[in-house]
């Protein structure tokens, strides 16, 4: 199965979702990706893909972390390594 994140890196773009995931972790006072599955309300293997760059991290789960940590959506997209300064949905939904 091919990763859905392979996408050319540059030095401005760097997705690494494993310091957003840790950093939600020591937020919420929780000790582990199942605990932090819980409170997000998602399925284990959802937050296992998204560690893995299997799964992007997606607008409504991008929602539901800032619901639940308060951290602001601009702080969580620069938690993932993502500085662009305006996100654009792709044509093809």
């Given at each position: 199965m091919a990763n859905i994140l392979d996408i050319p890196h540059s030095e401005e773009f760097q997705?690494?979702?494993?310091?957003?995931?840790?950093?939600?972790?020591?937020?919420?006072?929780?000790?582990?990706?199942?605990?932090?599955?819980?409170?997000?309300?998602?399925?284990p293997p959802v937050i296992s893909k998204i560690r893995h760059k299997i799964l992007p991290v997606g607008p409504s789960l991008l929602i539901r972390m800032h619901e639940e940590s308060g951290l602001s959506i601009r702080e969580i997209r620069n938690l993932m390594g993502d500085r662009r300064e305006k996100f654009r949905m792709p044509d093809q939904m």
């Open positions: 997705y690494d979702p494993n310091n957003l995931l840790d950093t939600l972790i020591k937020t919420l006072g929780i000790k582990n990706d199942a605990a932090l599955s819980r409170a997000l309300e998602v399925a």
